[in-house]
């Protein structure tokens, strides 16, 4: 499967605009196979956020639509209730998703609005520099970390965990990793069927890794998506 | 036989959404647009074909309106004040990406709770709030008949024109009651979905890797807006013919100016009023043709200076050698006595 491209790739967007071994482009081929493997393609509406999330604008053979900081899922919800046959997934960064628009998940995961959020946990804002994010791990040094990321500030954001405590009980919520392929692809399934089949919420976390900013190679940089495993258990989360 | 009802202005403005074919509302109570807000879940409660929202936040609500926008629908939200300063955001997004965005937007005075019911300090938010070229529609209503036919309006020149568009109100506008005639609009502008209506993928971004790509994005958007300028334009002149003296005002500060023209006129006083109905773009050509012949204009707005920059701006570098008077009342209305008392003092 390492050599084949998912049929819903925008061939035509290719090679992709993300870093040499970025994490987002072994989420989205699993994403890809996932949309493949459920014959989805021409159902699918994507919604992309900013920060290295919005270089997916046109990278799948999808409608799809960049929008502002934290806003893919209000606008995905918006979308989803005037288009209802549609499924619509929102695709975001750890920025996204827990810091600017924590508000905007925690609500739809309430209401139980029908879409399927992917957050793309990286541990940093990638696309700024490397900044601290609030998954990233305490000790971890970035540029608005050099001295290392305080445990004052909290021993790791556990988005999924949260939105848990007030989603819908039907709700799909997930965590999974990019350094887990077959494991990322069943999750990102399961969510998409969670709105396609149960007009439920759903919500993958996906353990990513930024060789570019966190300055590690192939094999450094997944045996660290592994170590995040300790903090950010991988599984369906209930 | 016309339709007449006895209705308050965020009644009109739920009927003219109903009316010009909207399908679902996103928004978050504020005063005072909050009836707009209560009066379309009445509507949906019993119309199965209109959806609503009630969000977490006026930004949610502001993309879930483009969210149903790119799904075909007519969508719209309500807001005042600080509710109106969040929706900043997914406007940007809209006008930068052309999506039809609707907001009716009821005035009220200065940040946080402020005062709740009137202001006319909210026109350089809806024109210029957001960062881009503010390239948006901003209709002024000036009675409640107004805010329904604006309403139904507004989304014709936003699906027909794609740009985001506003109707500004205020509070007592909005909560006054008035006997309304509806008038047989012409049909509404068809709505079609936006972000996949050819069949195929379609992409839709405000992410550019060169400045040259955006810079000629924002020529073609310059280009459909100084093309279709003239034809949104509106704006409604009384008493101007013989005028000496014009008054300048939009919204309910108008309707009061116009009260007020009318019993100048019985003492002979031969004044008139210009009032804009679109804020943005502004009918700046007839105002020029009307300000040649008269000696004085007032400007006269319940803001500091906000239409008072547009219409100077608009009569700069024309020969016009009215003098210009610029009464404001920041957040404060006016009775049609206190226009004439402001008029005479300054025309003693």
């Known amino acids: ?238 | 036989m016309p339709e007449r009802l006895f209705i308050t202005g965020n009644e009109a403005a739920v009927r003219g959404a109903v009316d010009a074919g909207a399908k679902i509302m996103f928004g978050y109570p504020i005063t005072p647009a909050t009836e707009i807000l209560e009066g379309w879940i009445t509507k949906a409660s019993v119309d199965k074909n209109l959806q609503y929202l009630q969000s977490e936040d006026e930004i949610a609500a502001g993309f879930g309106v483009l969210g149903s926008i790119l799904a075909g629908a007519k969508a719209f939200t309500a807001s005042a004040g600080i509710g109106h300063v969040l929706l900043q955001d997914p406007i940007a997004m809209a006008e930068n990406m052309r999506l039809p965005f609707v907001g009716i937007m009821m005035q009220r005075g200065g940040p946080s709770t402020g005062t709740v019911n009137f202001s006319q300090q909210e026109v350089d938010l809806a024109i210029h709030g957001g960062n881009g070229d503010s390239f948006r529609i901003v209709y002024s209503a000036s009675t409640v008949e107004e805010m329904y036919e604006l309403v139904i309006k507004a989304f014709s020149s936003a699906w027909k024109y794609r740009f985001p568009t506003f109707v500004l109100g205020d509070g007592y506008l909005g909560k006054m009651k008035s006997t309304v005639t509806f008038k047989k609009m012409l049909k509404p502008v068809e709505s079609r979905p936006i972000l996949s209506g050819s069949g195929g993928s379609t992409w839709l971004r405000n992410c550019f890797s060169k400045e040259a790509d955006l810079n000629q994005l924002l020529r073609h958007h310059i280009a459909d807006w100084t093309k279709n300028k003239s034809k949104i334009v509106e704006s409604e002149s009384f008493h101007i013919d013989d005028a000496r003296y014009l008054i300048v005002a939009h919204g309910l500060v108008a309707s009061a100016a116009k009260e007020s023209v009318l019993k100048m006129r019985t003492d002979r006083i031969r004044i008139g009023l210009f009032r804009p109905i679109t804020l943005n773009p502004f009918d700046g050509e007839y105002l020029r043709k009307i300000a040649k012949g008269v000696k004085r204009i007032f400007i006269i707005e319940s803001a500091y200076n906000q239409l008072g920059r547009i219409v100077r701006s608009e009569l700069a570098g024309y020969d016009i050698k009215a003098k210009i008077s610029q009464i404001s009342k920041p957040a404060e209305g006016f009775t049609a006595d206190e226009i004439i008392a402001e008029v005479k003092k300054h025309n003693a």
Request: proline letters at 6%; a positive charge; glycine letters at 10%.
């Open chain 1, 1 to 238: 499967m390492l050599n084949v491209i998912p049929k819903s790739w925008n061939v035509k967007s290719k090679p992709d605009l993300f870093c040499p071994g970025c994490g987002h482009g072994m989420a989205l081929k699993q994403l890809g196979f996932a949309i493949d493997g459920l014959g989805l393609q021409k159902e699918i509406i994507l919604g992309v956020d900013i920060g290295c999330s919005l270089l997916a604008w046109n990278f799948l053979d999808v409608p799809t639509v960049q929008t502002h900081h934290g806003r893919t899922t209000p606008l995905m919800v918006g979308y989803k209730m005037s288009a209802p046959k549609r499924i619509a997934i929102a695709y975001m960064g750890d920025g996204a998703a827990w810091g600017i628009g924590l508000q905007n998940i925690i609500h739809a995961a309430y209401r139980n609005n029908p879409v399927t959020v992917i957050v793309i946990n990286n541990e940093n804002f990638a696309m700024t520099g490397g900044q601290a994010s609030y998954t990233t791990l305490p000790g971890t040094v970035t540029p608005t970390s050099p001295l290392g990321k305080s445990s004052e500030l909290g021993s790791g954001f556990k988005g999924p965990e949260l939105v848990r405590q007030i989603a819908n009980k039907n709700a799909f919520i997930a965590r999974s990793t990019v350094a887990n392929p077959i494991h990322l692809l069943t999750m990102l399934k399961k969510a998409i069927l969670s709105q396609k089949e149960s007009n439920n919420f759903a919500l993958v976390e996906v353990l990513s890794i930024c060789p570019t900013n966190w300055k590690t190679g192939a094999k450094a940089s997944l045996d660290i998506a592994v170590e995040m495993e300790k903090t950010y258990p991988i599984g369906e989360v209930k």
